[in-house]
């Protein structure tokens, strides 16, 4: 074994020996490695759990450096993140330029954060304890992203491996964090074995534990999912429900096209399927094109041409997004506007109409940041003119309050609408107020033929699992689908293809560990960055001879 003086001059030489260059080309394997994990961006899962590695050598090397750390760190750690962010989110450019680049551009910079705070700690600390710090800040980071004014969680790590739902069925417990989790311990251990292999210059002999750590760390978690895949099995209580997908090209037809045409539409490729068996017809988002007056909906034309059709089908329920107002008094919130002496709302909404029952409606509540939303404009009100038109809305939306279940048939939906179906735990708060099914609408034409809509409707299938849950997903173009509670696929319309699909799914009341508890996982994480961090500092301040107490 060697002293701490003796390890800092190998790690200083190593540094030396490496240089900016070779740290540089780090970076951008890294990021491409990374990128190309992704599913439908390359979708070479292996990848993943060695592609942090660049960047942990890279940040646990600038620690030794004491002179211009800052912005080699920062470039180094930014390039690496661009790169990762461009290549698994370039398609956001087929639905708003300036979108793409504030998603790529800003998301990275804020990625970079994790390892500057790392970095202090391990400095503070020491290395081993700077390895959990990068781990749980990077972990409290994807939980944080969550929940902020600018949230944009869709390139979380447990997301990686959200196209073999085979491998992830332990999320009933974890949700995506515990996937994030398990790459970044495999990756901090094969970073270990090349550290040591190549730094401290010892032999591969040594490294027998932590390789066998490595080799439990990756086949517990697969053989542990193979287990639960195989042996779970559905309860028969079968739902028959029909999606439409009408195929309605988003750019310059979705919106410009007549609201009585697309119904028509809709009902045309739902007509053959439905019959007196059917427990609800499902719609995409934004289906009803033009805006609703909440306060007089049973005088709406869209509504009545929904109940003629229910009048010669049975009085089938029909779940159905559209585009709805609300009228105040007064301001009512930041997306209020002027409307002479009154104010508005715009809404993105879920209908649920069903002739035995008054109208039911829920209102879009994790809103896309840009198009729907704008951060922190409750505190800068002159950002609501920077809103871009996108998604079929123009400018702000009113949020919803809270989930609300839809209920038909003697069936309780949860209406999930679009960028929703993201957000895990959000999800989860459905299914704790007694979701017996899930219902994704959406509209994933915006992004052309790229691998947007394909990551989207992968997150139907990682809340499939976290929920156990069957998932019936009606998209205006993209995939529409029947998704069971294993997270498998049963039929789907594919892409830039009009049609509908019946099947039966079954219902589920029972409640698994993550929707009980939560992202436990996340909370972990970042009680334990808050307590490194605050380590760290009294650390830091008694180093300097300044009193903590």
């Known amino acids: 074994m060697v002293n701490n003086h003796q390890f800092v001059n190998k790690c200083n030489f190593a540094l030396m020996k490496i240089g900016i260059l070779s740290l540089l080309i780090l970076s951008i394997v890294g990021g491409i490695g990374m990128g190309i994990s992704f599913p439908f961006t390359g979708g070479l899962l292996p990848l993943a759990f060695v592609s942090f590695v660049p960047l942990l050598i890279i940040n646990f090397q600038l620690n030794l450096q004491k002179r211009g750390r800052f912005w080699l760190r920062f470039g180094l750690n930014y390039l690496y993140f661009v790169i990762f962010n461009y290549i698994t989110t370039w398609w956001i450019y087929y639905a708003s330029e300036p979108g793409m680049f504030m998603a790529v551009f800003a998301n990275s910079l804020l990625m970079t954060l994790p390892f500057f705070i790392g970095g202090f700690i391990t400095r503070q600390l020491g290395e081993g304890r700077g390895l959990l710090a990068v781990m749980v ?155 609703l007056d909440e306060a007089n909906l049973y005088e709406e034309q869209a509504i009545k041409y929904v109940q003629s059709f229910q009048r010669v089908k049975d009085s089938v329920p029909v779940l159905i997004g559209a585009f709805t107002q609300a009228f105040f008094r007064e301001e009512h919130s930041a997306a209020s506007r002027p409307l002479g002496i009154h104010w508005y709302e715009d809404y993105n909404t879920a209908l649920m109409i069903d002739p035995l029952k008054p109208i039911q409606s829920y209102h879009k509540s994790k809103l896309v940041l840009g198009s729907e939303k704008l951060p922190f404009v409750g505190m800068f009100p002159f950002l609501k003119s920077y809103s871009v038109e996108l998604g079929g809305t123009a400018g702000l939306l009113g949020i919803g309050e809270e989930p609300e279940l839809l209920e038909a048939s003697g069936l309780y939906f949860a209406p999930v609408i679009c960028y929703e179906s993201v957000y895990g735990e959000y999800v989860s708060y459905f299914t704790r107020k007694g979701a017996d099914i899930l219902t994704v609408i959406t509209n994933d034409g915006w992004w052309q033929d790229t691998p947007g809509y394909k990551q989207h409707r992968m997150f139907s299938q990682i809340r499939a699992i976290e929920n156990r849950r069957s998932v019936a997903r009606s998209a205006n173009t993209g995939v529409s689908c029947f998704i069971d509670q294993r997270g498998e696929i049963i039929s789907e319309i594919g892409y830039n293809k009009a049609g509908a699909i019946r099947a039966k799914i079954n219902r589920n009341d029972e409640f698994t560990f993550y929707v009980a508890y939560g992202d436990i996982f996340g909370r972990i994480s970042l009680f334990m960055a808050i307590g490194l961090f605050i380590f760290a500092c009294v650390t830091y301040l008694r180093s300097r001879g300044i009193r903590t107490s």
């Open 137 to 291: 800040l990077w972990m409290s980071f994807e939980y944080a992203h969550f929940f902020w004014e600018l949230s944009w969680p869709w390139l979380n790590l447990g997301h990686i491996i959200g196209n073999t739902p085979k491998l992830m069925q332990w999320y009933e417990y974890s949700g995506v964090t515990g996937g994030t989790c398990w790459i970044l311990v495999i990756n901090i251990f094969v970073y270990m074995i090349v550290r040591n292999l190549w730094i401290r210059k010892e032999s591969w002999k040594i490294q027998a534990p932590i390789l066998l750590f490595t080799a439990l760390g990756l086949i517990i978690p697969i053989i542990s999912s193979l287990m639960i895949y195989y042996n779970y099995e559905e309860k028969k209580d079968p739902v028959d429900i029909v999606i439409v997908q009408p195929n309605i090209e988003a750019h310059f037809e979705k919106f410009y096209t007549p609201w009585n045409a697309q119904l028509g539409k809709m009902f045309s490729l739902a007509d053959p399927q439905v019959d007196e068996n059917v427990d609800l017809v499902l719609c995409p988002e934004t289906a009803i094109n033009i805006g």
